[in-house]
C-alpha cells in the first residue's frame, strides 16, 4: 500500500479535509487551483510514498472523465452549456476534491486506532471501523483460494473472461459461507476476550507527528479556506 | 440474563460481521472494475448485511464500504454514499414483506430497488459530475443528450438504464448465496429480513 | 468422563471423533465473566484465523493488545517463545497472510496473555510440526503461564510425547451426535480408467516476484504407484510445486514431462491431479453431499453414479448425503473434500494434511485406502505433519530445502 511516510495528527487531517474542500469550492479561477495543487498537493502525494496511486488516479479515474466532459459539452452541446474553460474549471475541482478526500483517509495503520480515537469513534464504531481496514486482506485472501479450489476441480476450462465471469456466483456461495462461520466464531472469541475492554484500554506506541508539516498543513488550509472567502466577496 | 446474553451475543455477532461484509462490497467491487464491465456490482454486502441484520447495519456496511473503496480502489466511491443508504433502506422495507422470497419476485425488488437507485444518484452525478461520470452511464448520457438537449433528464435515464440491471443482478445474487447457506448459519441473525424470505424458519 | 477439572497446567483429552470434547470444553464457558481483567475461559477451535482479532492489520499491534494486563514474567515467556518462532520477521505483517502453523502460534500466544482461568484448544495444534509444538509445550508444562489451566483437544496426541509427565487425562468414550456418521470403511477395487502414469519435472522454476525464487531447477521423477511424502518448512514451496502440478500456476521455465511426452498442465487445469486442500471449507461448492462427491469431468452417467456411491459408502456419508455439507462439523466437511477429490479419478492426487481434525480409525481407513489406490496405479503425494501418518503409510520421501528437492528414504 505504498510506504506512509508522513504521519498527520487526527486534527490537522480534519482541518485539511475541510479547509481544502471549502477553498477549492468558493475559488473559480484555474490558474489557483492548479497552484494550490501543484504546490501542497502534489508535493503530499509524493512524499508519502502515494504517487503512483496518484497517478492511477489521474490516469484510470480523470481521463476517462475528461474525455466524458468534452463528448457531452463539447461535442455533443457544442459549447452551448459550457466551453473548455468550465470543463477545466470542474476538472481541476474534482481532482483537487478527490486528491484531498484520498489524502485524509490515506492513514497509516501505526495511526489507524489514534486516528479514529481522537475522531471520537468509541467501543462499537470503533472496532467495526479498525476491522474494515482489516479483514479486506483476509477475505481477498480466501476468494484467491476458492478461485484456485475451482480451477483444481477442473471447472474452468480455457481460461477465458467469459468462463472467469461464470464462476461469480460459484466462488461466492463458499465465500460467504466462511464469512458467517468466521463472525460467528470471531464474536464468541470477543466475548470470551472481551474486546472492547481491551481495545479501550491497549497502548499503542506513540505516534510521531512531524511538527513542521502539520504545522505547514494547518497554515496552508486555513490561508486558502480565508483566500477563498475573500475570493467570493471580492470578485 | 438469558435475553442480556442473547443481544450481547447478537451486537457482537453484528460487530464481526460488517467489516467482513464491507470486505465483500469492496472485493467484489473492485473485481468487477477490473473486468471493465458496464455494471458496478459494489452492494452485495449491503444487501446481505440488511437480510441478515436490518437496515441500520446495511447501511453502516454500505457508508463504510464505499470509504474503503475510496481509499484503496475507486476514490469516486465516497461521493455515492448516501445510494448506500437507500439500497439498505429499501431491501429492509421490501424484505419484510417477502420481497426476495422467489426468483421473480427478487428481480422485481431488483428493478425498483435500481429506479431508487438511479433517482438518489443523480443529483450526485449532476452536482459532482455534471453528467460526466467517465463510465458506460456517461456515454449513455451523452446518447440521450444528444435526443433531447437536456443534461439532467439525461442523467436520470442514462441511470434508469443501467441500475434496474446492474441491481436486480445483485439482488439475484445476494438471493442464490443465501439461499445456498444451510439454516444453521443463519440461525443467528434474527435482526434481518431472513424469516420473511423463508430463509430460515 | 470426570467431572472435576484437574489442577495442573496441561490437560489433554483424548476421543475418537464425535465422542463429545468440543461439547465438553465448549460447556466450561461459564455464563459471567466476573473479572474484566481476566476472562475465565477461552476456546480456539480449528481455524485459526477465525480467533484473531481482526482489528488491527499488524501482528505487533495484535499482541500490544492482548497484553493489557500481562505481568512480566508471562510477557518474557512470550517473548522468548517469539524470538524461538522467528515472529520478529512478522510484527508488521498483516495476520491474516501468515501460514496456519504462524497463525496457530499467534492465536494460542496472545489467548496465553491474557492468562484466562482456561484456556482451550481444540485441535489446532495439528497444524504445528513437531519442531514448533516442543517449545510451546514446554513453556506451558514448566509453569510459564501459571495463571491458566490449558485443555488440548487433539488427534495427534500420541505423537506429542506428553506421556512423559504423569498427567490424569480426560477421556471421552460415548458417541452421541445429532448427525450419525458410519465408520469409514475399505470396499471393493474401485475401476478406474486414468492411471500409470509418470511425471518428470525437468528444470522447474518458479517464483512469485522478481528476484524471489522458491522453486530453483527442480529435476525429479514421480512414479506412478508410489507414495511420496513432501515435506520441507513453511515457505518451502510445497504448496507452490503442487499448485503447478495441478495447473494452477504457470512455469516460470523448465518442463513437466507425463510418460515422456511434453505436457502443459496449465493448459489442463485439475485434469493431471487430484489436489484436496488443506481447508475443506474453500473447496465445497455443492448444496448436498452426493452432488459434491459426484465426480466433475467428462464420464458416463452410469460411471458417475457408481464411483459416487462407492465413495460415499466409504467414507460414511451414506446417511448424511443429503444434507448441506457447510452444516456439517468440520471433521466431516474435511472427508467429504477428500472423498470429492479421490472420486474424480485422477491418475495422480495431491493431499494437503487430509488427516487433520481425524481420529485413529480414520486415519487407518486412509492408510489402506492410499495403499489400495497406489497398488493400482495411482501416484500419491501427501503433505502432513503428523508423524504417525507418514511413517504408518510407507512411501518416498521428497524434501523441498532452498528451492531444491531431495529424495531422502528414512
Redesign the interface.
Known amino acids: ?1 505504498g510506504a506512509h511516510k508522513l504521519s498527520i495528527h487526527p486534527y490537522i487531517r480534519l482541518i485539511f479535509l475541510i479547509g481544502s474542500i471549502a477553498g477549492t469550492i468558493l475559488i473559480n479561477k484555474p490558474a489557483l487551483l492548479l497552484l494550490f495543487y501543484a504546490t501542497l498537493i502534489l508535493p503530499l502525494f509524493v512524499f508519502s510514498g502515494q504517487i503512483k496511486k496518484h497517478i492511477n ?1 489521474l490516469l484510470f ?9 468534452v ?3 463539447i ?3 457544442n459549447g452551448n ?2 466551453g473548455w474553460d468550465f470543463i477545466v474549471l ?1 476538472i481541476l475541482k ?1 481532482s483537487l ?2 486528491s484531498v ?2 489524502i485524509t ?2 492513514i497509516p ?2 495511526n ?2 489514534h486516528t479514529f480515537k481522537k475522531w471520537r469513534f468509541n467501543g ?1 464504531s470503533l ?17 484467491g ?2 478461485i ?9 476450462g480455457k481460461r477465458t ?1 467469459i468462463n472467469k ?1 461464470k464462476q ?3 466462488v ?24 472492547l ?3 479501550e ?4 506506541e506513540k505516534s510521531n507527528y512531524s511538527i513542521y508539516l502539520n504545522a505547514l498543513l494547518l497554515f496552508v488550509s486555513i490561508c486558502w479556506s480565508a483566500f477563498g472567502v475573500i475570493y467570493v466577496t471580492c470578485f | 440474563m438469558s435475553m442480556d446474553k442473547n443481544s450481547q451475543q447478537g451486537r457482537m455477532l453484528a460487530l464481526t460481521f460488517i467489516p467482513l461484509a464491507v470486505a465483500l462490497n469492496f472485493g467484489i467491487g473492485a473485481i468487477v472494475k477490473a473486468l471493465s464491465l458496464p455494471l458496478y456490482v459494489d452492494s452485495i454486502g449491503t444487501i446481505l448485511a440488511t437480510l441478515l441484520l436490518g437496515w441500520r447495519m446495511g447501511t453502516i456496511v454500505g457508508v463504510l464500504g464505499f470509504v474503503i473503496t475510496s481509499v484503496f480502489i475507486n476514490p469516486f466511491a465516497i461521493y455515492f454514499v448516501t445510494t448506500q443508504l437507500a439500497i439498505a433502506l429499501f431491501v429492509h422495507i421490501v424484505g419484510r414483506r417477502g420481497g426476495f422470497k422467489s426468483v421473480f419476485k427478487t428481480i422485481v425488488s431488483g428493478v425498483v430497488l435500481g429506479i431508487i437507485a438511479a433517482i438518489v444518484s443523480a443529483p450526485v452525478i449532476i452536482l459532482v459530475f455534471q453528467g460526466a461520470t467517465g463510465n458506460g452511464a456517461a456515454l449513455l448520457t451523452s446518447f440521450f443528450t444528444k435526443m433531447s438537449n437536456q443534461i439532467i433528464n439525461s442523467v436520470f435515464l442514462s441511470g434508469f438504464s443501467i441500475e434496474p440491471i446492474d441491481k436486480s443482478l445483485q439482488c439475484l445474487l445476494a438471493f442464490f448465496i443465501l439461499k445456498g447457506i444451510p439454516k444453521n448459519l443463519l440461525e443467528n441473525f434474527r435482526s434481518g429480513s431472513l424469516k420473511e424470505n423463508n430463509m430460515i424458519d | 468422563m470426570t467431572e472435576n477439572i484437574p489442577n495442573q497446567f496441561l490437560t489433554p483429552i483424548c476421543g475418537n471423533n464425535f465422542s463429545g470434547r468440543t461439547n465438553y470444553l465448549k460447556s466450561m464457558i461459564k455464563n459471567n465473566s466476573n473479572n474484566v481483567n481476566k476472562p475465565n475461559f477461552i476456546y480456539i477451535g480449528e481455524q485459526p484465523s477465525n480467533f484473531i482479532s481482526g482489528i488491527f492489520p499488524t501482528v505487533r499491534n495484535e499482541f500490544d493488545l492482548h497484553s493489557l494486563s500481562a505481568g512480566k514474567d508471562v510477557l518474557d515467556v512470550v517473548k522468548g517463545l517469539f524470538t524461538i518462532y522467528g515472529f520478529e520477521n512478522h510484527l508488521d505483517k498483516n495476520p491474516f497472510i501468515l501460514s496456519g502453523g504462524e497463525q496457530t502460534i499467534l492465536v494460542v500466544l496472545c489467548s496465553l496473555l491474557l492468562h484466562p482461568d482456561s484456556l482451550a484448544i481444540d485441535t489446532t495444534i495439528e497444524q504445528l510440526n513437531a519442531e514448533w509444538r516442543l517449545p510451546l509445550f514446554e513453556a506451558i508444562q514448566q509453569g510459564g503461564f501459571l495463571d491458566t489451566k490449558v485443555f488440548l483437544a487433539d488427534n495427534r496426541l500420541k505423537e506429542y510425547q506428553l506421556n512423559d509427565l504423569a498427567m490424569p487425562t480426560i477421556k471421552f468414550e460415548q458417541t452421541s451426535h445429532k448427525y450419525i456418521f458410519e465408520e469409514p470403511i475399505l470396499r471393493r477395487h474401485i475401476p478406474s480408467k486414468d492411471m500409470s502414469h509418470s511425471i518428470e519435472l525437468i528444470d522447474l522454476t518458479f517464483a512469485y516476484s522478481i528476484g524471489k525464487k522458491i522453486l530453483d531447477k527442480v529435476n525429479v521423477l514421480l512414479e506412478p504407484q508410489n507414495i511420496y511424502h513432501l515435506g520441507g518448512k513453511n515457505g518451502a514451496g510445497k504448496t507452490t510445486l503442487a499448485k503447478l502440478l495441478t495447473g494452477i500456476l504457470k512455469l516460470k521455465s523448465g518442463k513437466i514431462k507425463v510418460d515422456d511426452k511434453a505436457y502443459n498442465a496449465f493448459k489442463f487445469p485439475g485434469n493431471l491431479v487430484g489436489y484436496s486442500f488443506q481447508n475443506p471449507d474453500e473447496q465445497i461448492f455443492s448444496s448436498t453431499v452426493e452432488n459434491e462427491v459426484l465426480i466433475h469431468l467428462k464420464r458416463e452417467p452410469s460411471e458417475y453414479t457408481e464411483r459416487r456411491e462407492i465413495y460415499i459408502e466409504m467414507f460414511g456419508l451414506k446417511s448424511v448425503r443429503n444434507c448441506h455439507p457447510a452444516e456439517l462439523p468440520f471433521v466431516m466437511r474435511k472427508r467429504i473434500s477428500l472423498a470429492a477429490t479421490l472420486a474424480m479419478d485422477r491418475p495422480w492426487y495431491i493431499l494437503d494434511e487430509p488427516t487433520l481434525g481425524q481420529d485413529e480409525s480414520f486415519v487407518e481407513f486412509l492408510i489402506a485406502l492410499l495403499n489400495d489406490l497406489a497398488e493400482n496405479g495411482k501416484g500419491v503425494i501427501v503433505i502432513s505433519h503428523s508423524k504417525s501418518f507418514t511413517e504408518k503409510l510407507r512411501g518416498k520421501y521428497l524434501t523441498l530445502t532452498a528451492g531444491q528437492v531431495n529424495n531422502t528414504n528414512k
Open positions: 500500500m488516479l479515474g480523470m481521463l476517462p472523465i475528461f474525455l466524458s466532459f463528448l457531452l459539452y461535442i455533443v452541446l452549456n459550457g470542474k474534482l476534491f478527490t478526500v484520498q483517509l490515506s495503520s501505526d489507524l486506532i462499537d472496532i467495526t471501523v479498525l476491522g474494515a481496514f482489516t479483514v479486506w486482506a483476509d477475505v481477498n485472501y480466501r476468494a483460494k476458492i484456485t479450489a475451482r480451477f483444481s476441480r477442473g471447472f474452468i473472461i465471469a461469480f456466483p460459484f461466492l456461495v463458499p465465500l460467504v459461507i466462511g464469512i458467517l462461520r468466521t463472525a460467528t466464531e470471531r464474536a464468541e472469541s470477543w466475548e470470551q476476550k472481551n474486546i475492554h481491551l481495545l484500554n491497549v497502548e499503542i
